[in-house]
């Protein structure tokens, strides 16, 4: 199996989040698989869409940023470190988006990441969503950690559903461009829990990457699932909005 | 009242997004209102959390971002640019985060204002959470553009509540620091739609800013509906998801 892990954190090198990174890094090149990192702090990623990521423009008048895509997509005019990332994107079997919770949602770097490597023409656009999403056949999984305990975020929870915190992300990025999204992988609180805890975080880690393509993906609906108004039909509600649970 | 309104587009000048703004402004200032705005683009706001966000460290060995932040509160040692940033956010009467939907979220640099200018010790952290939060007494509200329908964004719609879309902002980042969040403001599909709905746009905008001391906020759950044990009380289940439907 090939893996894209796309990694954020603000200390790259002593965090727990980099303690499981490389953890599971070593699980994976020793079971024999392939891995790409975007370590992305370490590349100084650029999070800014802007003109500046197109060589060339369609309309330079007015900047529409994703027809820009489009039109750089045809022309081969991307700047480099987006066309660098797609590759890495497009190589790989599963996509995983290794990153702490901040505001209940991803750090804006990675954030970035996704507004500028997901490209229209490619990755959605015009016939490519859901199940004909550009990165159909691939596997989508999130690892994420978090400042509250796992009873906070449960629909009864102070902090409310994880799932609702991650559907921007599960069903608006990774289902909507065609990824099968695996159930996430969340480390409640590892600055509140004590080394064995951690260490049994990373072992989970390695384990349900190592297990991933086998790993049943969490459900979501596809077109099928709607009519020509894009309303759900009868049958099929109510909505799921994901669903996983530890 | 005290508006600040922070706003974020790639097209800073010719955009749709722009000219709500630019018509929204006319209208508070000829009423009398303050306004100020946080342009991140025209600003070439800084979106990554970093150690370059602190002039001196606690910790120099480890960056623990929310740590350091509390101690560059104490210690005066926040970098200029966040200073600039929490003073026009504590100025302010009413928060409008105003921006293009990207992936079911905003913009990159629009969620790297948040995690830098949203600080632990000032806006949360201990004995800052929702009622208590540091923003308590403000009211905030989102505006955003979409590619897709009204019809889509539904509960039984292709693409999903937009109430669940939008939780991670509504509720992750905006009630958990003590807003009342006010329903946001949704121009639909303005690319798909003739110039007089625009206009439309552009005026029912301008009113709800003007409303918005009297506008009723939207329902989410504070302290007093959870147990100690974080869970919320049987006499107030089920959960809301906030809600609001134009």
């Not at 599960?170 to 409640?188: E, I, K, Q, S």
């Amino acid at each position: 199996m090939k893996y894209l892990i796309v990694f954020a954190h603000p200390e790259n090198e002593h965090s727990f989040q980099r303690s499981l990174l490389d953890h599971a890094v070593a699980q994976l090149l020793a079971a024999g698989h392939e891995v790409k990192i975007s370590d992305l702090y370490a590349m100084d990623f650029e999070p800014v869409a802007s003109k500046n990521d197109f060589k060339a423009r369609r309309f330079p008048e007015r900047l529409q940023y994703d027809r820009e895509q489009k039109h750089a997509v045809q022309n081969e005019e991307l700047s480099a470190d987006i066309t660098a990332e797609l590759d890495k994107l497009f190589w790989c079997d599963i996509l995983v988006m290794q990153f702490p919770l901040y505001w209940f949602s991803m750090p804006a770097i990675m954030k970035g990441w996704v507004d500028r490597v997901f490209l229209n023409s490619l990755v959605y656009g015009a016939g490519l969503r859901f199940e004909t999403g550009g990165l159909k056949g691939k596997r989508a999984m999130v690892c994420t950690s978090t400042g509250g305990f796992d009873t906070m975020f449960s629909p009864d929870g102070l902090l409310g559903d994880m799932n609702v915190a991650l559907w921007h992300i599960h069903h608006g990025m990774l289902h909507y461009t065609g990824f099968d999204v695996l159930p996430p992988f969340v480390a409640w609180a590892p600055v509140r829990v004590d080394d064995e805890k951690c260490g049994e975080y990373r072992d989970t880690y390695s384990k349900r990457l190592l297990e991933s393509h086998t790993t049943q993906p969490m459900q979501f609906h596809d077109t099928a699932d709607f009519g020509k108004d894009f309303k759900m039909s009868d049958s099929v509600m109510p909505r799921t909005v994901g669903h996983w649970r530890d």
